[in-house]
């Protein structure tokens, strides 16, 4: 192989350059997704109305206190998971162009602070899905049981994605130190 090509493989086979690619890709899909909600705004109020009011899930006496139905708190919880989904894509995508600026120039001060954003922004989607979705949403709430709203797969997806983007951004490099000797 070529030295031109050792190199290009170097950079492009690197942890860096795929941490920076998935910061790259989530960032866009959590933007593409927070503007959803905020120009579909009936249809994804809803669901998180029918989720928190649990209006079409399984009732029982002992659950049925949870049930917020509050139109100011639930435009509020609304708001805030929009938010949310806001700063998680900002922060990717803060990752994702200091991760390709660093890749640019292999400058390693620029690699750490990418990793670190890239850490934080997949760590809030932690929050968002695993912690209000499926825990709070989920078993809180009994989404996992409502006729209408079950967005459990979409979280679970979403936690997922943000676990891979931990553990790459986590994993030691001393494997590709070692390949390179």
Same mark, same amino acid.
Not at 35 to 61: F, K, P, W, Y
């Given at each position: ?5 050792? *190199? ?36 994804? *109020? ?38 949310? &989904?806001?700063?998680? %894509? ?19 001060? *620029? ?27 989920? &078993? ?22 943000? %676990? ?10 001393? %494997? &590709? ?5």
């Amino acid at each position: 192989m070529s030295l031109s090509g050792k *190199r290009f493989l170097d950079m492009a086979g690197s942890r860096e350059t795929a941490v920076t690619v998935l910061a790259t890709i989530t960032g866009l899909y959590y933007l593409i997704v927070a503007v959803t909600n905020c120009i579909d705004t009936d249809t994804n *109020r809803r669901g998180v109305e029918a989720v928190l009011s649990m209006q079409a899930t399984i009732h029982h006496s002992g659950t049925d206190w949870r049930a917020i139905t509050n139109g100011t708190v639930l435009l509020i919880a609304y708001i805030l998971v929009v938010i949310w &989904e806001y700063l998680i %894509a900002f922060v990717l995508l803060a990752a994702a162009g200091t991760g390709w600026w660093a890749l640019a120039g292999r400058n390693a001060a *620029r690699t750490a602070v990418a990793a670190k954003l890239s850490s934080l922004g997949w760590t809030m989607a932690v929050l968002l899905f695993a912690g209000g979705f499926l825990t709070i949403g989920g &078993e809180w709430f009994r989404m996992w049981a409502n006729k209408q709203v079950n967005a459990s797969s979409a979280a679970l997806q979403n936690f997922l994605l943000a %676990a891979v983007g931990l553990i790459l951004v986590h994993m030691s490099g001393r %494997a &590709e130190t070692r390949a390179a000797d």
